[in-house]
């Protein structure tokens, strides 16, 4: 089971009762989790992640609008079990669903790492559902605030000109073997809360939504995201090539563009 597309970011906030600007010591008065998991959920059951899901995030991040996270998997993607989808939950931020993670035995190793931002202290979580269709729940409490509303890096002149960009950063390909690469997007993922240094006017949100990988075709990941995940967004995450081929991604955001590229893959290449 995974998430459909209108039930994620401000829609799942509203539905939620989520307010797009929490007023103070919400995190303390108001654990959204419940109903969270009720709407993802419904009334499966979740069992702990131990053996096979764990998040490493900072207690404290250096940075609100960058925090780094990694969800390891503690289990190999063979075709008799693997993870098929990992939500990645930010319990308190105004889109609390930051990405969810459909992945296939062609990743080999189904350990992801991304950038997210966060708005006030909150648990995040990640939880794993395995091809048996059982849940599995790793988290952590992250100390950071405002991450949502930071200002972008860049100016929306400068941002925009490199819109859609790719990269993928990896080392020599094993044929046969999980290869774990980088995949960098050049986009502001504007959330819709943050103001334009120059104007003093709100920003419109527009962001990454999807972003599909294919390996001579077929399915290696993809991902449903939202204004959660960080500007510039960060993906890595493992594929296993069998032979010589062609990775392809293609990513389609908030506001209908679409972003195509592909990269040759042969055995002993750098990057």
Request: aromatic content about 6%.
């Amino acid at each position: 089971m995974f998430l459909p597309r209108p039930l994620l970011g401000p829609a799942l906030a509203a539905l939620l009762g989520i307010a797009l600007v929490p007023p103070a010591g919400a995190a303390e008065a108001d654990d959204p989790w419940p109903e969270l998991r009720a709407a993802l959920f419904a009334d499966r059951p979740i069992q702990d992640g131990a053996g096979v899901i764990a998040l490493e995030a900072p207690a404290r991040a250096h940075d609100a609008a960058v925090v780094p996270l990694t969800i390891s998997a503690l289990v190999p993607q063979t075709p008799g079990r693997y993870l098929r989808t990992v939500h990645l939950l930010i319990d308190h931020n105004p889109a609390p669903v930051a990405g969810v993670f459909h992945l296939t035995p062609a990743n080999g190793v189904a350990t992801i790492r991304t950038r997210v931002r966060v708005n006030e202290y909150t648990e995040i979580r990640a939880i794993a559902e395995t091809s048996d269709g059982q849940l599995y729940m790793a988290s952590r409490f992250v100390k950071a605030a405002g991450g949502c509303s930071a200002p972008a890096l860049k100016d929306h002149e400068a941002a925009l000109a490199r819109l859609g960009q790719m990269k993928l950063k990896h080392g020599p390909f094993r044929l046969g073997a999980p290869n774990q690469v980088q995949l960098l997007i050049s986009h502001p993922n504007y959330s819709g809360l943050q103001i334009d240094q120059l104007s003093r006017n709100w920003i419109p949100p527009h962001y990454v939504r999807t972003i599909e990988v294919r390996y001579d075709g077929r399915p290696v990941l993809s991902v449903d995201a939202d204004i959660s995940l960080s500007e510039n967004p960060s993906i890595h995450f493992s594929f296993v090539p069998e032979r010589p081929g062609a990775l392809e991604v293609e990513v389609e955001d908030s506001e209908g563009g679409r972003f195509q590229v592909n990269w040759p893959v042969a055995a002993e290449t750098s990057s």
